[in-house]
């Protein structure tokens, strides 16, 4: 599948945005930092970039779930990777690449608080309301966009495109 020739984001577009958002979760943490959990592997350059950004000594760890095949989620979330970080009574920001129907961020949300987490908040690069299954809304949101099948600066079409430093859409 190609992709489109323009950037739907381009770099510059996107550092100055993690900007942005570092700022507001400097001021929403302003008490004590929370625990960083990177959902891997469509959010890793996001989640670096963004914790760097942020600019206060937090933890760092990584989750990883699976609910989509080729371009369509399959309904169903597989916890493939859990945080090796104690989550009791840790205020969690989950940073995710892009929420769409909202599943995976819902499952990975229900299973912090199982753990016994104080708080879970999302930080989404990318927010895809059109497509919402699930009624969860990201706390912290770099752009919203269209129902667009997106890669690029870590999300990824069959483990393809991650490395584009822009975000771009692929055409069907």
Known sequence: MPLQPEP????????????????????????????????????????????????????????????YADTDSTGEVRLLYTPTAVLRARQVLLIEDILDTGRTASALIAWLEAQGAASCRIAALLDKPSRREV?????????????????????DYNERY?????IRILEP
């Open 8 to 67: 739907l984001f381009t770099a510059q577009t996107i550092h100055k945005r993690i900007q942005e958002l570092a700022h507001e979760i400097r001021a929403a943490y302003s008490d004590a930092p929370p625990l960083c959990l990177i959902t891997l592997k469509g959010a890793l350059h996001f989640g670096s970039d963004l914790t760097r950004a942020m600019a206060f000594s937090s933890e760092t760890d990584f989750i990883c779930a699976r609910s």
């Open 135 to 155: 009624d969860i809304t990201p706390d912290f949101t770099g752009f919203t966009i269209d129902d667009h099948f997106v890669v690029g600066y870590g999300m």
């Open 162 to 166: 991650r490395e584009l430093p822009d």
